[in-house]
């Protein structure tokens, strides 16, 4: 079966007290339009979206339908490895210095569970960066967790959004 949009979310009445089947995407395949998986129950699915989900990304609960036999068809995101970073004196300039330097590097940035912590997805490279920013004081920590969206800060996480597209919008 296709599914070719978000019909809403698991908490929505339309899906409770249905059986629900989900479909596990990795962080990164969230913010790309097609998809051919296997659900967690065995069903061939298929998901093709529209250009909005280059913005808004594919969140854990989102239904992309009902299964002929009336089982909804969700997603999931599944656990990935994350650096918690915690600035010790967060002032201002610090803060968004860690923040621009994470955004420059197309990573997704959330906020952390605890007050002043930021989370972003581990990568040698980027831990390197990180513990190489002068005069900021980081304390960084590596942990397997699932990201939690409704504290994405980020808001275009998905690649293709090229900056080589300026010439579109040129005046002659």
């Known amino acids: ?22 479909v596990d995407f990795e962080w990164h395949e969230t913010y790309s339009k097609l998809h051919r998986k296997n659900s967690r129950g065995g069903r061939d699915v298929a998901i093709s979206l529209d250009d ?24 999931d ?8 970073l915690k600035l010790e004196n967060p002032d201002f300039f610090s803060t968004a ?25 581990f990568n040698e490279p980027m831990e390197r960066l990180l513990q190489g920013l002068g005069g900021i004081s980081l304390k960084i920590e590596k942990r397997n967790e699932k990201l939690d969206f409704s504290k994405q800060i980020s808001s275009i996480v998905g690649h293709g959004h090229g900056h080589a597209h300026s010439h579109e919008h040129g005046h002659h």
């Not at 913005?55 to 997603?75: H, S």
């Not at 995101?77 to 918690?84: E, F, I, K, P, Y």
């Open 1 to 22: 079966m296709i599914y070719t949009k978000i019909l809403g979310k698991l908490g929505d009445v339309d899906f409770q007290s249905k059986l629900v089947d989900y």
């Open 97 to 121: 210095k860690v923040a621009y330097e994470i955004g420059n590097c197309h990573a997704p940035l959330f906020a952390g569970k605890e007050e002043g912590e930021l989370i972003t997805i």
């Open 77 to 84: 995101v599944l656990a990935t490895d994350v650096l918690s």
């Open 52 to 75: 909005s989900i280059l913005k808004i990304g594919i969140k854990p609960g989102d239904v992309f339908g009902l299964d002929a036999d009336g089982t909804v068809i969700a997603a």
